[in-house]
């Protein structure tokens, strides 16, 4: 039986085509552009598209093992060049790409430049915060690398004169675009950070990316990098994002945006001095009249608690004393006096003198001693008696014992 007369299945005969396309090297490895179309993201991770061009397309398929490969984001009428093989999808009999790079092209391959460089001189620590530098808040000098006409230097000359006109502005004229753009930049940067200007702007207004390029070259990121002095970026417009952008100490949206962050308002800072002084004198007069006042009740208390106030009020408590002490004094000699006077009286009547005075007498032998009993003497006897106007002297010739109960007798 001749092949003509056998009937396949069509599993051999996709089998057999499915082998033709592996055993095909031309179909294992290639590369293929055109346009994405059909362009489908599956929650599982694969993307699904068709690459055509004017003659025709061919389906495509990227499995999420393979998204390493895709460094953007592919959307339809990207034009792009797809890396993979050819190969025969078994099941539904039709043969598809199976990618496993996808670069765009044109624009497109610069862009997956910018994304290599970046990601090298990310992972060299170029972009890290630790190396960037402050802005001065206040400047003198601000140095800016970018053409010498267009419209970036006008907007900064005219925002750095109305916020501060007092800043001069050192221009480094320098190719942006196109060749010999990589080096003019680079010796700006150099030439204005020997000169030591406070702060510089480096960058350019809008276009596209390869307009931009020049700031995506290896050698300006480095030397905006090794700069001394803080450097603001300002390339292109909002959008537009650059190597030095990520390099530089802060980016800019705008060159206009930069002139603001450069250049303080000095008008701003104006105002708020004349604010801080207003606040300043509002809080000094209130510390005043509240100082005042104290002053005039320290002067209440003084008034009361003074030296002189307390040797007044000692004065008169001492002289109020005095004359307390006097009374009391004067009190205690009067009755003093009246007990003396009383005493007196009482001595009076015991008085030897008031006695001998009504008619009294006393005697003295002797030798002085007092007579008080007749055993003291004998007949015979020399005595003395004591009257009121004298003494008499006088013998004993009897001493005469008394009985005062009224017994009497004769000592002879």
Same mark, same amino acid.
């Given at each position: ?26 179909? +294992? ?7 994405? *179309? ?52 078994? #099941? ?7 990618? +496993? ?29 630790? &190396? ?29 004169? @109305? ?40 960058? @350019?207004?809008?276009? *596209? ?12 990121? +480095? ?22 952008? &990520? ?26 001095? +004349? ?18 006042? #104290? ?67 006393? *005697? ?32 004993? @010739? ?15």
């Amino acid at each position: 039986m001749s092949h003509y007369d056998k009937v396949y299945s069509v599993r051999q005969v996709n089998g057999y085509i499915k082998n033709m396309f592996t055993q095909d090297f031309l179909l +294992r490895n290639l590369r293929v552009g055109g346009e994405v *179309s059909n362009c489908k993201y599956h929650t599982s991770g694969h993307i699904y598209f068709s690459l055509k061009d004017e003659s025709g397309a061919i389906a495509c398929v990227m499995f999420a093992g393979q998204r390493k490969g895709l460094a953007f984001s592919m959307k339809n009428g990207d034009k792009v060049v797809v890396e993979g093989s050819v190969d025969v999808y078994q #099941r539904d009999g039709r043969y598809q790409m199976y990618a +496993r790079k996808i670069s765009l092209e044109g624009a497109g391959l610069l862009y997956e430049r910018f994304l290599a460089l970046k990601d090298e001189l990310e992972e060299m620590g170029m972009f890290a915060a630790e &190396y960037k530098q402050p802005i001065p808040r206040f400047i003198q000098t601000l140095g800016v690398v970018t053409a010498p006409t267009g419209a970036a230097i006008q907007d900064i000359r005219n925002i750095a004169a @109305r916020r501060n006109p007092y800043v001069q502005i050192i221009l480094y004229p320098a190719l942006v675009q196109g060749d010999g753009a990589k080096e003019s930049i680079v010796k700006g940067i150099q030439a204005l950070d020997a000169l030591g200007v406070d702060v510089m702007i480096v960058g @350019r207004g809008g276009g *596209s990316i390869e307009d931009l390029w020049a700031f995506n070259e290896e050698v300006v990121a +480095r030397a905006v990098f090794d700069c001394s002095v803080p450097v603001i970026s300002a390339v292109g417009h909002e959008t537009d994002t650059t190597i030095i952008d &990520y390099v530089a100490d802060l980016r800019a949206p705008t060159p206009s945006a930069a002139a603001e962050l450069a250049v303080y308002d000095y008008r701003a800072l104006q105002e708020d001095l +004349r604010a801080y002084e207003k606040a300043l004198q509002d809080r000094m007069g209130d510390r005043l009249t509240r100082m005042w006042e #104290r002053i005039r009740q320290y002067q209440t208390r003084l008034r009361y608690l003074s030296p002189q106030s307390q040797i007044r009020e000692k004065r008169q408590y001492l002289a109020d004393t005095e004359e307390r002490l006097r009374a009391d004094m004067d009190r205690q000699i009067l009755r003093a006096q009246n007990a003396l006077d009383l005493y007196v009286e009482r001595l009076k009547g015991l008085s030897p003198l008031d006695r001998l005075k009504q008619g009294f007498s006393y *005697s003295m032998d002797e030798k002085g001693r007092t007579l008080m009993s007749i055993a003291q003497v004998q007949a015979g006897d020399v005595v003395t008696v004591q009257v009121s106007d004298g003494s008499i002297r006088a013998q004993v @010739r009897e001493v005469t014992p008394v009985d005062w109960d009224g017994q009497e007798g004769v000592v002879g």
